[in-house]
């Protein structure tokens, strides 16, 4: 079956290709029906830092945050004593938190450090420590480089019955001047609770941070993630996970509602032996027609070799976005970290060559995201086809399309599919603002003085699925 239908003909028999051209999905993924009025696209890491507080400030039954970390600097610290304001005027809120082990504790003065005093009011705070970290490599790698074995990435910002997903972390440069992206869906029940079970289940197999600053595991969960049998640990939370996603599954397929916007919510957890994302984004890639145009945005260019080989198969044309070096959030970072914006761009090279000897480089085209004083982060795909100007599906999320999205990291990603107008504008204004800061990847590194040093060489050859 065709993923991809073209727009034509009678609005009703348009609705009608529409939702048959994603039918597939309801077999991989829990689908929610909603009006694209629902969903507001966030454009600026401003507008999403102020949404923020105030969906904090105004939230009665609960909040639930899922991110790879909480930063120490003066907005995320205000976020949180927002948070604590809330707490302290409405005890009966729930609030849940669920960030990566490794990253929350690293440094004096960490995300752990500052949620503290929500933790003292009765918040949950979860740790996700991965089951692939243990024993001697767990020993011997330092702070930060601990952090390379596996990480919870997922990004859930949920108030009530309204969340924002999205690719940006919760600390000062993501609210500032790194690019990413961010969806606002309101008033939505179903897919709330149904993001707001998936942190609570992942909390379950993850430490509990108590209110002196040690960690416990869950009063109902027997496994540790590094000390108990690996396969113990992969298969019990694998497991949990697996039930309550194939539950929601369930309960979807008996929604007969038919709206103007589909949302199909996709996981990959592959340390723990579940997942779908990689196999539908495959598909969803390898499917597009010659006459789609799709744009895929990653903030670290690595795709895997099952992705390059979808874009490469693919009949669409491509615009590939990717940060600039002077863009990547690795740049000036102390140590081999330093060379990782060498890294990406050694593989964006490697990637464009390969296309420019099948004769695709016009049909694929690589484009470096470079703004004076700012990163980028952003991370997705847009698909729209040619005879039109607005995209009429998105992927956004926590993955990057790379080996850690597909293989080592905790990732959730939304497919929202729409034939509302006023919601293909706001994702096609958003696909153009990114596409306005970018220029074509050079042909030729040594000129654009750009080539790789080659100890980077040599540690991409080694490291490259860790990154």
């Known amino acids: 079956m065709r993923l991809f239908t073209a727009v034509a003909g009678a609005a ?15 077999a991989e993924a ?27 400030r105004n939230a009665h039954r609960r909040v639930t945050l899922a991110s790879l970390y909480l930063g120490t600097g003066p ?54 420590h991965t089951p692939e970290l243990r024993g001697l490599v767990r020993m011997l790698l330092p702070q930060r480089w601990n952090e390379v074995v596996g990480l919870q990435h997922m990004k859930i ?19 500032t001047n790194r690019q990413d992206r961010y969806v606002l869906i309101d008033d939505c029940p179903s897919l709330s609770n149904f993001l707001d079970g998936l942190v609570s289940t992942v909390s379950d197999f993850s430490f509990q941070l108590t209110q002196d600053n040690q960690t416990v595991l869950a009063p109902n969960w027997k496994f540790h ?12 939370a694998g497991h949990h996970v697996s039930t309550f996603y194939q539950q929601w599954l369930r309960q979807s397929a008996a929604d007969s509602t038919q709206l103007d916007t589909v949302i199909y919510p996709l996981i990959e957890m592959r340390q723990l032996g579940v997942g779908n994302d990689c196999r539908v984004t495959k598909r969803l890639i390898a499917s597009a027609p010659a006459n789609a145009c799709v744009t895929l945005s990653t903030g670290y ?69 470079q703004r004076q004083d700012w990163t980028y982060h952003a991370k997705g795909l847009w698909y729209q086809n ?46 153009q603002d990114l596409k306005l800061s970018t220029t074509v990847f050079p ?20 490291c490259k699925k860790f990154f």
């Open 12 to 26: 009703s028999r348009t609705a009608g290709l529409w939702r048959q051209s994603y039918e597939w999905l309801e």
């Open 30 to 56: 829990p689908k929610f029906s909603l009006s694209g009025s629902q969903v507001r696209v966030l454009r600026s890491p401003s507008e999403f830092y102020e949404t923020l507080l105030e969906r904090s």
């Open 75 to 128: 907005l995320a610290t205000r976020l949180a004593e927002t948070l604590n304001a809330r707490l302290q005027e409405a005890p009966s809120l729930q609030l849940r938190v669920l960030l990566d082990f490794t990253r929350a504790s690293r440094g004096e003065l960490n995300s752990r450090t500052l949620l503290l005093p929500l933790r003292a009011k009765g918040g949950q705070v979860a740790l996700y």
């Open 157 to 175: 910002y949920l108030f009530d019955d309204s969340v924002i997903v999205s690719g940006a972390n919760l600390s000062d440069d993501y609210f």
């Open 225 to 236: 993630p590094f000390n108990s049998p690996r396969s113990k640990f992969v298969d019990a």
């Open 301 to 369: 260019f690595n795709l895997t070799d099952e992705y390059s080989k979808c874009v490469i198969d693919s009949g669409a044309d491509f615009d590939i976005l990717m940060a600039h070096p002077s863009a990547n959030g690795f740049l000036g970072a102390r140590g081999a970290a330093g060379g990782i914006p060498h890294a990406y761009t050694l593989l964006a090279h490697r990637f464009r060559l390969k296309l420019a000897a099948l004769g695709q480089q016009l049909r694929v085209t690589l484009r470096e995201y």
């Open 386 to 431: 040619q005879s039109e100007n607005k995209p009429e599906m998105t992927l956004i999320g926590s993955p990057n399309f790379g080996e850690r999205s597909t293989v080592r990291d905790l990732e959730l990603q939304l497919i929202v599919a729409t034939t509302n107008e006023g919601l293909k504008s706001q994702l096609a204004e958003e696909v």
């Open 443 to 462: 042909e030729n590194l040594d000129v654009a003085q750009r080539s790789t040093p080659l100890w980077v060489r040599m540690v991409v050859f080694l």
